[in-house]
């Protein structure tokens, strides 16, 4: 990858554009995986080399997703005409998709090192809401697809629909950097899905003694409630009728509208809905893909002192 040999001082000042975050992003990411042996992919010691490195494929997976490319084939075939200068090899759409699904594990992980590499990652409050990912409309799509028992048949609320797929559930800071995201059945209770988010990670909230987590009236659960404030979170959801003014709910409304906002760019600028999956990896690495591509813009503005951490306007063309 030409530029990667180039020493980057992250701390310094970078320029917002797309040439200058691949290049960071495939050099702390090669980085990263020569260094921690938990991150990279276990490969026999005998055998032929990828001519494509997993840190390339990882970038390559950010780029599309930035660049608004939901078809495989569409976007290599543009890697190949426009991108030779960044990935001299570029394997075709088999290759591509066989090893992107195998890599699944590395992009979660990656954004959680990338995350952990901003401050925005120390902020005392998050956010926390579910949103729907369709993979179906027709009854044929139901009934035959690989995601039968996986995904299933949901409401949308907040746009009045029901729809047949799955929920993401997130967990991000107000400046929209994802904490925590898992994909469940959309029948599963958000509530549950909040507590085995934290309970599946406890050293989240291990050192977070005064942290605030923001909810929708979906979260309303004593249960819930009792687990948080026994790790030391206080919840901020809305009031409930007949039960007394709860601290904090002038701040409700603007922070609810956070989260609404990070939906909205996974969706409207990163094509969440769009991802294309057919089996439940596939699928999820779709999503994965795209809140890296998200968590590695934040990361990369933030170390180049941008004034907006989630704008995407200098990556999307």
């Given at each position: 990858?030409?530029?990667?040999?180039?020493?980057?001082?992250?701390?310094?000042?970078?320029?917002?554009?797309?040439?200058?975050?691949?290049?960071?992003?495939?050099?702390?990411?090669?980085?990263?995986?020569?260094?921690?042996?938990?991150?990279?992919?276990?490969?026999?010691?005998?055998?032929?080399?990828?001519?494509?490195?997993?840190?390339?494929?990882?970038?390559?997976?950010?780029?599309?997703?930035?660049?608004?490319?939901?078809?495989?084939?569409?976007?290599?075939?543009?890697?190949?005409?426009?991108?030779?200068?960044?990935?001299?090899?570029?394997?075709?759409?088999?290759?591509?998709?066989?090893?992107?699904?195998?890599?699944?594990?590395?992009?979660?992980?990656?954004?959680?090192?990338?995350?952990?590499?901003?401050?925005?990652?120390?902020?005392?409050?998050?956010?926390?809401?579910?949103?729907?990912?369709?993979?179906?409309?027709?009854?044929?799509?139901?009934?035959?697809?690989?995601?039968?028992?996986?995904?299933?048949?949901?409401?949308?609320?907040?746009?009045?629909?029901?729809?047949?797929?799955?929920?993401?559930?997130?967990?991000?800071?107000?400046?929209?950097?994802?904490?925590?995201?898992?994909?469940?059945?959309?029948?599963?209770?958000?509530?549950?899905?909040?507590?085995?988010?934290?309970?599946?990670?406890?050293?989240?909230?291990?050192?977070?003694?005064?942290?605030?987590?923001?909810?929708?009236?979906?979260?309303?659960?004593?249960?819930?409630?009792?687990?948080?404030?026994?790790?030391?979170?206080?919840?901020?959801?809305?009031?409930r009728r007949h039960e007394p003014p709860r601290?904090?709910?002038?701040?409700?409304?603007?922070?609810?509208?956070?989260?609404?906002?990070?939906?909205?760019?996974?969706?409207?600028?990163?094509?969440?809905?769009?991802?294309?999956?057919?089996?439940?990896?596939?699928?999820?690495?779709?999503?994965?893909?795209?809140?890296?591509?998200?968590?590695?813009?934040?990361?990369?503005?933030?170390?180049?002192?941008?004034?907006?951490?989630?704008?995407?306007?200098?990556?999307?063309?």
């Open positions: 990858m030409i530029g990667a040999s180039d020493p980057i001082d992250l701390g310094g000042l970078m320029d917002a554009d797309l040439d200058t975050l691949v290049t960071a992003l495939y050099v702390k990411i090669d980085d990263a995986l020569k260094t921690d042996p938990g991150l990279a992919r276990w490969r026999p010691a005998v055998g032929i080399a990828p001519k494509l490195s997993d840190a390339e494929l990882i970038c390559l997976a950010v780029l599309q997703a930035l660049l608004g490319f939901t078809s495989e084939t569409r976007w290599l075939r543009y890697t190949k005409t426009h991108l030779v200068g960044l990935f001299p090899y570029v394997p075709g759409q088999s290759g591509y998709n066989k090893r992107l699904r195998k890599a699944s594990g590395q992009l979660v992980a990656i954004n959680r090192m990338l995350a952990l590499d901003t401050d925005a990652w120390a902020d005392d409050t998050w956010v926390i809401d579910s949103t729907p990912i369709e993979c179906g409309r027709s009854r044929q799509t139901a009934k035959r697809s690989d995601l039968v028992g996986f995904a299933g048949c949901g409401y949308c609320a907040s746009h009045s629909r029901y729809f047949w797929g799955l929920r993401l559930h997130l967990i991000c800071t107000p400046a929209g950097l994802p904490v925590t995201f898992a994909l469940t059945n959309p029948k599963i209770d958000e509530r549950e899905v909040a507590r085995d988010l934290l309970e599946s990670e406890p050293e989240l909230l291990a050192c977070r003694p005064n942290q605030t987590l923001v909810a929708d009236k979906g979260y309303i659960s004593a249960e819930l409630e009792r687990f948080l404030n026994h790790h030391g979170v206080q919840l901020l959801r809305p009031t601290p904090g709910a002038r701040f409700l409304k603007p922070l609810r509208q956070l989260i609404e906002s990070v939906n909205d760019t996974l969706k409207g600028q990163l094509d969440l809905e769009r991802h294309g999956g057919r089996t439940i990896t596939g699928v999820a690495t779709r999503v994965f893909q795209r809140v890296l591509a998200l968590t590695a813009a934040i990361w990369h503005n933030h170390h180049s002192r941008q004034p907006q951490l989630r704008s995407l306007i200098a990556y999307d063309h």
